[in-house]
C-alpha cells in the first residue's frame, strides 16, 4: 500500500532563507506525486505534481520539488520565502490512474521577519 | 478561478445525531471526492463519486457514511448516527476528468464537532 511520510511538523523559516520541505513515499511501482498547500481558512490548493518525465518539476509561487527514486524523496524547494509563504504543506501520492490521493501529515511553515 | 464551496464551515452536533455536509462542485467537472483530517492526523481520502454513483470508498467510509447529488449542482456527505471519532474537517473535491493526473480544486473544509 502506498504512504507518504513528512517528517518535520515544524519549520521556522526567516523571511528571504531558502526552503526545503521533505517527503518520502512508499508505492511499488512510479507514483505520481504532489504538493499542496493550505492557508489558514482556505482549502487545498496544489502547488506542483510529477507525473513522469524530467525529475524536477516547477510549480506556482515560485516553488520546485525533485523526484529521487533512489531515495523514494519527492522535496519541496524554495530559494527565498516570502512571508505569504507560512502555511500548511502536504505531500501526496497516487496510484498510477488511480483517483484518490494519500496524504503525509502535513509540515507547517513559520515565515519570521 | 473558479471555487468549490462548502457549507457550512463549522458544524457541531449530539453524538449519535445526523448530520449533512455540503458542497458545490464547480459547475463542470465530473468527478468528486470526500476528505476529512482529524486534528494533528492526515488528510484521508472518503470516497470518490462519478456518474452519481461510488466509484470508490475507503475503509473508513463505513454505512454510517452515504453521499449524494441529488440535484445535480450539490454534493453531500450524509454521517447517520455521529461518533467522537467523525470530529475532523471534511474537504470537497472536485476534477474534471478523475485520473490523479487531473488537478483536484478543492474546497475550503466543514469544520465538524461531535459533542
Known amino acids: 500500500a502506498q504512504s507518504v511520510t513528512q517528517p518535520d511538523i515544524h519549520i521556522t523559516v526567516s523571511e528571504g532563507a531558502s526552503l526545503e520541505l521533505r517527503c518520502n513515499y512508499s508505492?511499488?511501482?512510479?507514483?505520481?506525486l504532489f504538493w499542496y498547500v493550505q492557508s489558514p481558512g482556505q482549502g487545498l490548493q496544489l502547488l506542483l505534481k510529477?507525473?513522469?518525465?524530467?525529475?524536477l518539476v516547477q510549480g506556482i509561487k515560485g516553488f520546485e520539488a525533485e523526484f529521487k527514486r533512489s531515495q523514494s524523496s519527492f522535496n519541496l524547494r524554495k530559494p527565498s520565502v516570502h512571508w505569504s509563504d507560512a502555511a500548511e504543506y502536504f505531500c501526496?501520492?497516487?496510484?498510477?490512474?488511480?483517483?484518490?490521493?494519500?496524504f503525509g501529515t502535513g509540515t507547517r511553515l513559520t515565515v519570521i521577519p | 478561478e473558479p471555487e468549490v464551496t462548502q457549507t457550512p464551515s463549522h458544524q457541531v452536533t449530539q453524538m449519535g445525531q445526523e448530520v449533512i455536509l455540503r458542497c458545490v462542485p464547480i459547475s463542470n467537472h465530473l468527478y468528486f471526492y470526500w476528505y476529512r483530517q482529524i486534528l494533528g492526523q492526515k488528510v484521508e481520502f472518503l470516497v470518490s463519486f462519478y456518474n452519481n454513483e461510488i466509484s470508490e470508498k475507503s475503509e473508513i467510509f463505513d454505512d454510517q457514511f452515504s453521499v449524494e447529488r441529488p440535484d445535480g449542482s450539490n454534493f453531500t456527505l450524509k454521517i447517520r448516527s455521529t461518533k467522537l471519532e467523525d470530529s475532523a474537517m471534511y474537504f470537497c473535491a472536485g476534477s474534471g476528468q478523475g485520473a490523479a493526473g487531473e488537478k483536484l480544486f478543492f474546497g475550503s473544509g466543514t469544520q465538524l464537532s461531535v459533542l
Open positions: 510529477y507525473f513522469s518525465g524530467d525529475t
Open positions: 508505492y511499488g511501482a512510479t507514483p505520481y
Open positions: 501526496a501520492v497516487a496510484k498510477t490512474g488511480a483517483n484518490n490521493l494519500f
